[in-house]
C-alpha cells in the first residue's frame, strides 16, 4: 500500500476496506491534493487550538493541505464521582498521548504534534473526582 493512501480519518476505513481515496480540490481552486501523510499534517498544522482545544478546519488554504482532515476528539466529564476512575481516565490518555502515540502510523493515524500532546496533557489535569 503506498503512503498515498494513508493518514487521514476517513482513510484509515478506506484502507482497511481496501478502497480507493480520491485527491480532493482545495479551497482556492487550484491544485488536487491527495490524502498523504504530508498533506495531512500540513492541515493540521493550520489548526489553532483555543483554550478549550475544540478546533477543526474544514478546508485548510495551504498549499498541499488536504482539504478534510482533523483531529479524533474525546470528550470526558471534568468531575468523576470516585477518584479511581477519574485517575483510571488520567492514566489510559496520558499514555495515549505519550507512549501510545508510537502507535499512530501503525494504525493509520498521524502522531500528534508535540504542541498539542503537550496541550492535551496540561487538560487531563482538568479530569477530577
Do not use: C, H
Not at 66 to 74: A, K
Not at 94 to 121: D, F, N
Amino acid at each position: 500500500m503506498s503512503a498515498q493512501r494513508l493518514y487521514s480519518e476517513g482513510v484509515v476505513y478506506a484502507r482497511n476496506l481496501n478502497l480507493s481515496v480520491a485527491a480532493l480540490e482545495n479551497r482556492r481552486g487550484d491544485e488536487f491534493v491527495l490524502p498523504t501523510p504530508q498533506a495531512s499534517a500540513l492541515a493540521l498544522s493550520e489548526i489553532e487550538l483555543p483554550e478549550n482545544l475544540r478546533a477543526f478546519e474544514p478546508d485548510p488554504a495551504g498549499v498541499g493541505a488536504y482539504p478534510i482532515v482533523t483531529y479524533t476528539w474525546i470528550l470526558t466529564y471534568r468531575q468523576y464521582p470516585k477518584a479511581a476512575a477519574a485517575e483510571a481516565l488520567r492514566a489510559v490518555l496520558r499514555w495515549a498521548l505519550t507512549k501510545g502515540q508510537a502507535l499512530a502510523k501503525e494504525m493509520g493515524y498521524l502522531p500528534l504534534a508535540e504542541t498539542v500532546v503537550a496541550r492535551s496533557l496540561e487538560a487531563l489535569q482538568l479530569i477530577q473526582s
